[in-house]
């Protein structure tokens, strides 16, 4: 069973950068495709970014695209998502995300497919 820990949120200001990362333990995390989610007060969880079990192969929502990488080392069982000139409305608690993938260049949207999910982790965008 995978298990998965955020960290690297925090308060920044508008136009600044944080770095998320998402640790993983319990399976072979090369098995899975991963992704990021966030959820704002009153709004459904939305996806933000996911990368493939090859770790190259990666997607974004339109709103973030440009602005935020996402990326994964296998070896290391971590996922980051890099973060940059964020804006308030970026204000959400982030979660990292795992489904088990036999395909080496899928990635999933929805949240509903996802199997395991971490505790999630604030980001807060002051203007």
């Known amino acids: 069973q995978l298990r998965l820990v955020e960290s690297g949120g925090g308060l920044v200001q508008a136009g600044g950068s944080l770095r998320l990362s998402c640790a993983a333990s319990?399976?072979?995390?090369?098995?899975?495709?991963l992704g990021w989610f966030r959820q704002a007060p009153g709004n459904e969880r939305e996806f933000v970014a996911g990368?493939?079990?090859?770790?190259?192969?990666?997607d974004y929502a339109d709103s973030v695209k440009g602005r935020f990488t996402i990326s994964r080392d296998n070896a290391k069982n971590t996922m980051h998502l890099q973060m940059g000139s964020l804006k308030p409305e970026d204000t959400a608690v982030y979660y990292c995300?795992?489904?088990?993938?036999?395909?080496?260049?899928?990635?999933?949207?929805?949240?509903?497919?996802?199997?395991?999910w971490g505790q999630g982790t604030q980001v807060t965008v002051s203007s």
């Open positions: 995300a795992g489904r088990r993938s036999p395909f080496s260049t899928r990635i999933y949207f929805g949240s509903s497919v996802y199997n395991y």
């Open positions: 990368i493939a079990t090859n770790e190259i192969k990666t």
């Open positions: 319990g399976d072979t995390v090369s098995n899975y495709a």
